[in-house]
């Protein structure tokens, strides 16, 4: 079993194949957190330690037993009110305006599969593929029930957390703070790996000591945001790629966050993840029930590569849904940086003929073909077809190239709307703004309230009445801005916009893919400004940024890497000077850092060389040879491009019969000394050949040396290396 309960110890254990997660009922109630990492049996309240601590508060009923104290003690589920002087996992106000809580241990239940939360993404699964625990905490005089949800994923050392608070008392109180898990460490010394950024240039990795006071992490931005990604790492100070401890923290949600971690007073380290504080204050009444969105954690003793396969591995199998699940994406040529909004019906069919050419799948048309939208100041939200654009009705175009072979795609931006559009002018309370104050723009858009069922329900019959006419193969799901104007007329508490926003959002998507189970949807928010596990649930593949510059690129996707899959990272090659920051990069380049991702152009073929077309064939082609492996095999960051000269990473097959490395230079200097690339996670003592040269290599060489990058000529040059394991 994944999930034990020693009657007599009165220790829930969880165990995966690798790891343990211990926690204890005491003889208060109280629910103690114990251990969590490698796999270990037996009890481990021994690590508990009592004693008479200076200004630490002690449990009424601990009597004259001052050695008692929560403040020194590992929540499972710290509150507000029990002593505790660290950072709360849930504060609540009663009616009355008392921040306090009391809650005890009430009763537990394990049920076979994976528990799943209303109305939010979860991870799921089989009634054989995991378990689940809910134990309960209750609050008597508030009437709060807390339950605490577990979901076991052996095969994947994943363990997941969410909170469902009900009220079943007589009287209303809020939820001021909810973090949906909450880690204490007695002992250690511990680095943070967070990933920060901005439009263009997000997922950037840095490590920072775990020092006392807190670091925190999160967005105010009703989006998970370009500028802070909600997955967290905690690693000991000599862990490595390959070696050393290692844990995970990953929000499966969409919307605001916060994430902390800090050591106090006594060296104990306090860990957690949820919703954003500010901004939120939910009313419970009496029956309703809360739901805090899920976090999924993952321990590694075998260092960062493990953890980050571990998370790889559970959000492509037990995230992400549908048909193109488990699919190959298709490889697409999309018209933005082609034509921008300046395009014709013929235009876009040249487009498609060119991209057909070039041995492509799809052809995708981008933003400009709705409304009256000919810049990005109008047309947000009137979901017509604008046919004298296209110069007929959309069939007629789609038809036509489908006619050719190619799968066609759209792109839309369901939650925003332009003051110039028919929907604002219609219904301009139907926009997040504050009354009396003049809203804040950005990019000349505002936010539509889908805190409400009436707007969220309007849009989405928009939008299917589009995808009703015709066939469409693919969905781009658009959001370009924050949120800052929050108030909803029909709130019952401002404090639940943003929550209950995000909820609209979840409800939208999840009736687009009920009602259109054969569509490939990407989400977007200006790129990765929302690339978070909670989309994933909804959209296979997330556009990875609006920067397609290949060198920064390879910062991008490494920092994604560590927390998504492969198949998840959209990545374009578009055309040089990269149109975001002038640089130049070889073609080849742009291919080999594009592949790592579902791949696809954006640029106008008709402006290629004979050469450049060339190159583009060979690249698709490549990709398709290989796109099996890159999209199921196990992923290794064999390099960093923060700090390397090369910038190198690897896919393995899962049996590893099959090996592909990619590497590209980032320094180039006069004589320079020779740069290794060395390999990961190779079975020992095989042999592998390379399938050019037809060369062989030793494993065990290969992953203590590696392979040098050949000298050459020019910047930032890429190399491919493929692989077959000699039987």
């Excluded at 967070?194 to 439009?199: A, D």
């Excluded at 996670?681 to 992953?703: F, H, V, W």
């Amino acid at each position: 079993m994944a999930i034990i309960f020693d009657e007599e110890k009165r220790t829930f254990s969880l165990h995966t194949r690798h790891t343990t997660y211990q926690m204890k009922i005491d003889k208060f109630g109280v629910l103690l957190h114990l251990y969590y990492g490698r796999k270990t049996e037996g009890c481990l309240d021994y690590l508990l330690t009592f004693a008479d601590r200076g200004f630490s508060g002690n449990l009424y009923d601990a009597g004259q037993d001052r050695t008692y104290s929560y403040d020194a003690l590992p929540q499972e589920f710290p509150y507000l009110g029990s002593g505790d002087y660290r950072s709360p996992a849930f504060v609540v106000k009663d009616n009355n305006g008392a921040l306090d809580c009391d809650l005890r241990f009430d009763s537990y239940f394990i049920s076979k599969g994976k528990y799943g939360l209303k109305g939010l993404p979860a991870v799921y699964a089989d009634q054989d593929q995991a378990e689940s625990l809910e134990v309960v905490l209750k609050d008597t005089r508030l009437g709060a029930k807390v339950s605490l949800l577990y979901g076991v994923l052996p095969k994947y050392d994943i363990i997941t957390r969410a909170v469902a608070v009900k009220n079943e008392g007589g009287a209303s109180f809020d939820i001021d703070k909810i973090a949906s898990a909450s880690l204490d460490f007695l002992t250690g010394s511990y680095d943070l790996i967070s990933f920060y950024g901005r439009h263009g240039m997000e997922r950037n990795y840095q490590r920072n000591k775990v020092s006392h006071g807190v670091q925190l992490i999160g967005s105010r931005r009703g989006a998970s945001s370009h500028q802070y990604n909600p997955l967290m790492i905690l690693t000991n100070p000599q862990t490595t790629e390959t070696q050393g401890s290692a844990w995970a923290m990953e929000f499966v949600y969409s919307g605001g966050f916060r994430g902390m971690v800090g050591k106090d007073q006594y060296n104990q380290t306090r860990w957690q993840m949820g919703l954003m504080a500010e901004q939120f204050s939910y009313p419970l009444e009496p029956g309703a029930v809360f739901y805090a969105p899920e976090v999924m954690m993952t321990y590694s003793s075998e260092g960062l590569s493990r953890l980050s396969n571990n998370l790889q591995s559970c959000i492509r199998s037990h995230v992400c849904r549908g048909r193109y699940k488990d699919q190959i994406r298709p490889v697409l040529l999309n018209s933005w940086e082609a034509c921008y909004f300046q395009f014709t019906g013929e235009k876009l069919l040249k487009l498609a003929r060119d991209a057909k050419d070039l041995g492509m799948d799809m052809f995708v048309l981008d933003d400009g073909w709705f409304g009256k939208r000919n810049d990005d100041n109008s047309g947000l939200g009137d979901w017509y077809v604008n046919e004298d654009k296209l110069g007929g009705k959309l069939k007629n175009l789609v038809d036509q190239i489908h006619d050719m072979g190619l799968l066609f795609g759209i792109w839309v931006e369901p939650e925003m709307v332009s003051e110039d559009s028919d929907l604002y002018r219609a219904h301009p309370d139907w926009a997040l703004t504050v009354p009396g104050r003049k809203p804040i723009r950005s990019r000349n858009q505002l936010v539509l309230d889908f805190s409400r069922k009436e707007v969220v329900d309007t849009i989405f019959d928009q939008i299917c009445q589009v995808l009703d006419q015709v066939r469409i193969d693919y969905l781009k799901w658009d959001y370009n801005r924050s949120i800052s104007d929050v108030y909803s007329q029909n709130a019952r508490d401002q404090g639940t916009v943003l929550y209950d926003y995000i909820l609209g959002l979840y409800d939208f998507l999840e009736r687009l893919t009920a009602r259109y189970p054969d569509l490939l949807i990407e989400g977007c928010s200006g790129g990765g400004g929302r690339f978070d596990a909670g989309m994933l649930y909804y959209t296979p593949q997330i556009w990875c940024s609006d920067n397609t510059d290949a060198v920064d690129r390879l910062r991008i996707q490494y920092g994604t890497s560590f927390g998504y899959p492969i198949s998840a990272m959209g990545a374009h090659v578009s055309a040089v000077p990269n149109e975001q920051s002038g640089r130049v990069t070889p073609l080849g380049t742009r291919g080999t850092v594009a592949m790592s991702g579902t791949f696809g152009y954006e640029l106008d073929p008709g402006k290629l060389s004979d050469k450049e077309k060339a190159e583009i064939r060979r690249q698709v082609a490549v990709r398709k040879q290989y796109a099996r492996l890159i999209f199921s095999g196990k992923y290794y960051r064999l390099s960093s491009p923060f700090t390397d000269p090369v910038g190198a990473w690897e896919f393995i097959s899962e049996d590893g019969n099959e090996l592909l490395v990619n590497a590209v230079t980032l320094e180039n200097h006069c004589n320079m000394p020779a740069t290794y690339v060395r390999f990961s996670g190779l079975p020992k003592d095989a042999i592998y050949k390379e399938t050019e040269t037809g060369r062989l290599y030793p494993s065990n060489a290969l992953q203590q040396i590696g392979i040098p990058v050949p000298f050459g000529m020019g910047e930032y040059r890429a190399f491919q290396w493929h692989f077959d394991r000699v039987r």
